[in-house]
């Protein structure tokens, strides 16, 4: 018999689930059908025609098909086919458009009530050279031009369906590396761009949503204000994951300094920029598609703890019984059955634990005449997770819209918004966290191992919202052809208010709590850009860019907490009988101008030279002016005359450039801290200060190719990197009986940081009916602490900070690791123990840094880097009959290690990661005689164990069929899909015996180092299937 | 639309939102005023010097609240739970060791409770202040170096001017601490205007005068003091920083840390019912948070003496004068007028459990006496951070006498399997200079 644990998992409405399983896909597909069956005018003509890849012969779906001048145009069916209806008698000019193809334009004559065909045969773009990109250029430049590598990520060359961008950039190009993944909703992720170059700044590159720079931080942890306590879900939600993949049209990513100098200060971290769709000239052409999905848990723990007890607490499969979660099976098998040896009981196996529900809606509408365009979208979201009480909700709107009201001046208007509540369920490494007490059993916070007392945490309510807008308008005046003007005023508004409630009556806080926790951010853009083309002989033209731009960034944050309520109404802060109350605000302005000249040679040869001046707030009324510098030069050497064809299309590059990165507001003054002492005013020291304090300094250079061969078939990316990092920011202690006892941040040491990156795509086979496509990204990174000493210095292990005469800093601590000159940025460091495999009690490694002291005998041992130095990233696509496809991305992750250890075994808790080793695994932590010295490391109870895993690993992101099922449609339906993608299904780790090496502490999305795991959940694998219509 | 006339809106158009866009920037203030933080400067203000010394007070509650709670754990006045997180103690720390150059917390606390009544002392001197103000910083600056004293073994004393950054140097053992409390009390004397401030740094200047060995002084000092007087830190339950730890610890929210069982106290209070050390049992709640290194989960017993976040602790009290003036008899030799004092300290208590003053303790010798000096120190000053230093206080010494510190190192603990967490590193008796001092200090050696 099941017992429900807690009788109120979540306080939102239901009012969607009222459409039962199907949610809402039948009204949406029944409707999407009514619309497409409209009658056809009689008199025009159609156009009809197939669109095929010219190398391949195979038909290409989703080309637009448009009559140029007009409203009318399609896209092209899965079988190349395209129907353009009720086109007026007379003369156009046909043309057939698709990302990465040649755009083919064809005149035709459309007769009334009579039908034209026009075939086309597109040409795939060598090299991509005249592409348009964006990013990191001033204004736009064709991708000859550009000197730097530069990722894009086409959304339409993307089969697998994506529910978030983070998960969009996963594995997505060599360099791009993302961090995290757990089983909470919305749980944002981490990205690092050529892994770690600062160490006390953020090294998450900043984002840019069509030229408009958004909030590129995770949104702050919802945190209890004066206490340890009251963080109960742990998650870090990202604004960048809040963006509806499906309004995106592609992403650039430059990766370091020398593709972000005109960012200035602020972008050596890297910069990502989203370009949303626009609208297009052509009647109206809509886009449904209905997502359902489900993913279950797949074994997380060791052999005898598949799940670390966590079964109990997790949603039970809704094809299986269809209830919602907190299910408490007590009939059904558990991990302490399992290691007994009890695979089954008399009432049946437990259910396929953890199972969720997807359900995604998206509805979008381009189109346009010549003067306006437009592009507009919505989505709605209703998913739930793992654990019992997770569980998101989602809307998502954006119009976009283009205006041309003369010829010479196109304003660009996009707005987005989205607005997301989610549910938590108490978590992590907390106290009133379901994964502790459920990991250490009896010995946890809640005195039991019974799930229906650990199950009373569910009944901490956790809900959070999560609000974003983000609107840009852009002008671009071209008074003359030679002369082009572009203004981007950009408002970026972000909202999250949090409450973690305990109510009258709960068992660990009888008279209740509630925190509410209120954050704002605004980002304001400024950003002016003129370019002035000039010839300067008949084979040399010279592109002139200035600019300026300024970016406001503002937060507040305001944090509630009231204890002890009276009764057991529903509370609020103000009915409780203690309260707390912290404000934060914080403002910083970056501006800067830069110019800018491309010399165009020949169309074969470009330099470019730049530079950028930039002032920060931050340094006070100084302003802190930096110059960065930047010149790049590519050659399309495949241009010249003396070369054969046969060699292929080769472009080479080289690029050099400077950006920064800006302390926080207050780190360059003196400052105490107003923090109140019982009731009375007080001030304590906060921020020693450094009024010489600049920004540090990234100088990148680069080098490489992008060539393809054997007409396009074969298809590769190279790019070497070298990054140094002067006047690095680190924070360095002061002496503590000085006074001021945190970190100041000091500009001391030199960072190092190099490595290749190498993209290589290949078609094995290709005929009109199949084709075989494979990848391989390999990218590493091997970062250096070079130097821990102020200018020239000379290391040294002198460490005085407020000394005069003091030039360098010893090893420290940050980005959850070790900053220790001639390692890597950061290293773990701990105890290893050197006769691993002896049936022994352990010995360790020498300690080169710290004398042995008592209990701490070689405990500050080198043992590794934090973040992986190779990711090889493989793909394959495989393209069947009727354009059906099968593709697959996985990534392997390598070269670092990891600290794994959720449970406290300090304090005699008895670890599945030990139960191989004990004689009585249910009761006791006696160890096995044969238990080798690695595990009596670890498995008995004290203090700095050895948990430091190899923690390479290679996981199977995402397996995807896409089958095109236009058939089943009417004509008017141009396109019709059905996606089906697994995700997360197979990993492998080369030593992590259970858990998974993506989980992080408890801010998984913040930046502060991904060091060690505490006690999550980790991904499920999960399941979608998309259909998704256009007509 | 005419084209010219469009081109006209168009241009106007632009140049109206670049103004707008110029305007924005500016209006939106390139020139940057951030809230909160006070810069140095303006923390002499009139206004502003009551905050100032709030500060010092505030750093020196978080020490002793905290403090009290570790030393609770190393002078056996508690049992350690298992809970190592929250509220909690490493390992090695519940097994009564202090790890070298460990707990910076409360040495940042500490150092900063000190800097900051400096820092008042010397802009208020600078700017002229009321004399209560300035009696107030000197006085917390002097608490803010006895307990320096009292819970690290040795001293790092530097300038006491705040704008001159000589690091401090580096004086093994504490009497440089207590000096500097001693002047410090003395000088807030000087600014004394009622009984009870006069009460406040006599007592705490007596103490610190014992633990220099003058015991005239401190003698002296005590016999001001009437017997009533307290003088508490102020604990509060608007922030944890300054709750009342050693309640919070065991109050289950969510944490039970630590228990009474196997201390002196356990079965002291269950045969006197001497209200002095209260405690009491849960049937519901059978076990501490947690489970103890290599042990497993303890009997759970609570202490009575503070029951809520808001109750203060004493640092200075009428009845440890006294037990100050027997200590000074005893160092004199007059062990019969040392258990006078001794007695009258102890019967004017009433028992929990039979109603009756407490039997008085009786002495047949000197080192009887001692015994029950130190014994009636560890009842009247239970939980109040005071005992480690004591033991160590008696250590250098030599001083004759027992201690009632129950011996776990050699104790088989029922139920279950005998542990042998306490055997594993030798006991400490204070803190030790933390790494982030050594590391930085030059006139600070390594951990050795």
């Known amino acids: 018999m099941m017992s429900r644990l807690s009788p109120q998992f979540s306080r939102r409405s239901r009012a969607f689930r009222r459409f039962g399983k199907g949610g809402l896909g039948v009204p949406v597909v029944a409707g999407l059908l009514l619309l497409a069956s409209a009658p056809a005018h009689a008199q025009n003509g159609r156009v009809t025609g197939v669109v095929t890849d010219a190398q391949s012969g195979a038909p290409l779906g989703e080309v637009q098909v448009y009559m140029v001048g007009s409203t009318l145009g399609t896209l092209t069916r899965s079988n190349g086919r395209y129907l353009i209806l009720n086109v007026p008698p007379g003369s156009y000019e046909l043309r057939s458009e698709r990302i990465g193809f040649q755009t083919l334009t064809e005149s035709v004559d459309v007769p009334a009530d009579g039908t034209v065909t026009m075939d086309f045969a597109m040409s795939t773009e060598a090299l991509g050279l005249d592409e348009i990109v964006v990013t990191g250029a001033a204004g736009a430049a064709r991708r000859r031009e550009i000197g730097n590598a530069i990722a894009q990520i086409n959304l339409a060359d993307v089969p697998e369906r994506q529910v978030n961008v983070s998960e969009l950039l996963q594995a997505s190009a060599p360099g791009v590396h993302v961090i995290g993944g757990s089983s909470e909703p919305a749980q944002g992720k981490q990205i690092r761009l050529r892994g770690n170059s600062s160490v006390s700044m953020s090294n998450q590159p900043i984002i840019y949503v069509d030229g408009v720079r958004i909030m590129d931080d995770a949104f702050p942890r919802v945190e209890t204000p004066g206490t340890g306590l009251g963080r109960p879900a742990l998650i870090t939600v990202t604004p960048l994951d809040m963006i509806n993949p499906n309004d995106i049209e592609r992403i650039e990513v430059i990766k370091g300094s020398a593709a972000t100098t005109l960012y200035g200060t602020e972008a050596s971290a890297g910069v990502i920029q989203v370009f949303t769709k626009r609208g297009s000239a052509g009647a109206p052409v809509w886009t449904a598609e209905i997502q359902q999905g489900t993913g279950w848990m797949q074994p997380f723990g060791a052999p005898g703890g598949d799940f670390i007890q966590m079964e109990h607490y997790m949603r039970d499969a809704w094809w299986g019984g269809g209830y919602e979660g907190g299910q408490y099976a007590p009939d059904c098998v558990t991990d302490d059955d399992r290691w007994q040896g009890v695979n089954a009981s008399p009432q049946g196996a437990c259910s396929w634990p953890g199972s969720v529900w997807f359900q995604n809606y998206l509805l979008s509408v381009r189109g346009g005449g010549q003067n306006l365009q437009y592009f507009i979208s919505g989505q709605y979201q209703d998913d739930s997770y793992v654990l019992a009480n997770d569980e998101l909700e989602k809307y998502n709107f954006r119009g976009n819209f283009t205006i041309t009201p003369v010829e010479d001046l196109q304003i660009q208007w996009n707005t987005g918004y989205t607005s997301q509540w989610l549910s938590g369920t108490p978590s992590g490494n907390n106290a009133e966290g379901i994964q502790l007490n459920a990991f250490r059993q009896e010995r946890n916070y809640v005195g039991s191992a019974d799930p229906r007392e650990i199950g009373k945490l569910l009944e901490y309510e956790f809900n959070q919202t999560n609000e974003r807008l983000n609107s840009g308008i852009t002008l671009t005046y071209t008074p003359q052809a030679r002369l082009t003007n572009r203004f981007t005023f950009g408002y970026d508004y972000s909202n999250q208010e949090g409450q973690n409630q305990r109510n009258f009556g709960f068992f660990l806080k009888p008279l209740g709590s509630r925190t509410n926790d209120t954050f704002q951010r605004r980002v304001l853009t400024f950003d002016y850009v003129g370019t002035f083309n000039l010839p300067v002989t008949s084979t040399i033209n010279s592109n002139f860019s200035w600019g300026g731009q300024a970016i406001g960034d503002s937060e507040v944050r305001l944090r509630l907490l009231g204890e002890d309520f009276p009764g057991a109404a529903e509370p609020t802060v103000s009915s409780a009988a203690i309260k707390v109350a912290e404000e934060d605000r914080e403002k910083v302005w970056n501006a800067g101008f830069f110019f800018q000249n491309v010399f165009d040679i020949s169309n074969k040869y470009f330099v470019t030279g730049g530079i950028r001046v930039d002032g920060n707030s931050a340094f006070g009324s100084g302003f802190g002016l930096q110059v960065y510098p930047k010149v790049s030069g590519t050659w399309v050497i495949s241009d010249e005359d003396f070369w054969d064809p046969g060699y292929g299309a080769i472009k080479l590059r080289a690029a050099y450039g400077q950006s920064g990165r800006a302390p926080g507001a207050f780190d360059a003054v003196r400052t105490w801290e107003p923090s109140g002492y019982a009731g009375t005013p007080a001030f304590t020291p906060e921020n020693l200060g450094n009024p010489d304090l600049g920004p540090e300094v990234t100088r990148e250079w680069e080098v490489g190719f992008d060539g393809t061969w054997l007409d396009d078939r074969l298809r590769a990316t190279f790019t070497y990197f070298d990054q140094r990092t002067t006047d690095a920011l680190m924070s360095v202690s002061a002496i503590p009986s000085q006074g001021f006892t945190q970190s100041q941040l000091e500009n001391v040491g030199t960072v190092d940081n190099s490595g290749v990156e190498l993209q290589l795509d290949a078609t094995l086979f290709q005929s009109s009916n199949f084709s075989v496509d494979a990848g391989l990204g390999i990218a590493t990174t091997n970062s250096n602490v070079v130097s821990l000493c102020k200018g020239e210095t000379e290391p040294s292990d002198v460490v005085l900070a407020r000394d005069p005469n003091a030039k360098c800093i010893d090893r420290f601590f940050d980005l959850g690791g070790w900053i220790i000159e001639g390692q890597q940025l950061p290293v773990e460091m701990g105890r290893r123990v050197i006769n691993r495999d002896e049936i022994a009690p352990p010995q360790f490694d020498d300690d080169p840094y710290t004398p042995a002291a008592p209990g701490r005998t070689g405990e500050n041992v080198i043992i590794g880097p934090q973040l992986p130095t190779r990711i090889i990233t493989p793909t394959l696509a495989l393209r069947l009959p009727s354009n059906i496809l099968l593709s697959a991305r996985g990534e392997y992750l390598a070269g670092h290690v990891q600290y794994v250890n959720e449970i406290s075994i300090s304090r005699s808790v008895r670890s599945p990661l030990c139960f191989p080793w004990y004689v009585s695994p249910k009761t006791s932590i006696e160890l096995k005689s044969e238990t080798p010295a690695i595990w009596r490391e670890r498995c008995t109870p004290g203090f700095g164990r050895d948990y430091w895993f190899d923690a390479d690993y290679f996981k199977l992101r995402h397996v995807s069929l896409t089958v095109p099922v236009d058939a089943i449609f009417p004509e008017s339906v141009s396109n019709a899909t059905l996606t089906a993608t697994l995700s997360n299904f197979y990993d492998w780790f080369r030593e992590i015996p259970w858990y998974d090496p993506e989980s992080l502490g408890n801010s998984p999305a913040l930046d502060d180092g991904i060091g060690g795991q505490t006690e999550r959940v980790p991904s499920p694998a999960t399941f979608r299937m998309s259909v998704r219509v256009t007509f | ?448």
């Not at chain 2, 220099?212 to 000092?221: H, I, N, T």
């Open chain 2, 1 to 448: 639309m005419n084209e010219n006339r469009a081109r006209h809106i168009g241009i106007r158009f632009t140049r109206v939102l670049l103004i707008a866009g110029v305007a924005g920037v500016t209006a939106s203030g390139c020139e940057v005023t951030n809230p909160g933080p006070v810069q140095d400067e303006f923390l002499a203000q009139p206004a502003s010097q009551q905050g100032l010394v709030n500060g010092g007070v505030r750093r020196l509650a978080e020490l002793l609240t905290y403090g009290s709670y570790t030393h609770a754990i190393l002078a056996r006045e508690l049992f350690p739970g298992g809970q190592t997180g929250f509220m909690g103690h490493d390992p090695i720390t519940q097994s009564g060791h202090i790890l070298p150059g460990s707990f910076s917390n409360r040495w940042n606390d500490g150092v900063q409770a000190r800097f900051i009544t400096e820092t008042a002392i010397s802009r208020f001197l600078e700017v002229g202040a009321p004399d209560n103000i300035l009696y107030q910083a000197y006085l917390w600056n002097a608490f803010a170096y006895r307990t320096m004293g009292e819970f690290w073994c040795d001293a790092v004393l530097g300038p006491t001017d705040p704008d001159d950054t000589t690091p401090g140097t580096y004086e093994q053992g504490s009497s440089g601490n207590f000096e500097r409390a001693v002047a410090s009390f003395t000088a807030a004397l000087g600014y004394a205007s009622t009984p009870e401030e006069t009460h406040a740094a006599r007592g705490g200047r007596a103490a610190a005068h014992a633990w220099l060995g003058d015991w005239g002084a401190a003698a002296s000092d005590a016999a001001t003091i009437p017997d009533d007087f307290v003088f508490w830190i102020n604990y509060d339950d608007e922030l944890q920083p300054y709750y009342n730890t050693i309640f919070e610890a065991n109050a289950r929210q969510p944490a039970g840390s630590y228990s009474v069982i196997y201390t002196f106290f356990d079965e002291y209070y269950t045969a006197t019912g001497d209200p002095r050390t209260p405690w009491f049992e849960d049937a519901n709640i059978p076990y501490a948070t947690a489970s103890l290194d290599t042990y497993g989960q303890v009997e759970w017993k609570n202490q009575r003496k503070y029951n809520s976040r808001n109750d203060d602790q004493r640092i200075v009290s009428g009845w440890e004068m006294r037990l100050l003036e027997a200590e000074a008899q005893l160092n004199s030799g007059n062990w019969q007028a040392a258990m006078t004092i001794i007695n009258r300290v102890r019967t004017r208590n009433i028992s929990d459990t039979t109603g009756e003053a407490l039997d008085p303790w009786v002495a047949m010798s000197m080192e009887e006496a001692w015994t029950f000096l130190k014994r009636e120190r560890y009842i009247e000053l239970w939980l109040e951070g005071r005992r480690l230093g004591d033991e160590r206080r008696w250590a250098a010494t030599n001083t004759p006498g027992a201690l009632d510190t129950p011996d776990w190192e050699s104790t088989a603990f029922a139920p279950g399997s005998r542990t042998d967490m306490f055997t594993r590193n030798p006991r400490s008796y204070c803190f030790d200079i933390p790494e982030s001092e050594r590391d930085r200090n030059p006139n600070v050696p390594p951990i050795s």
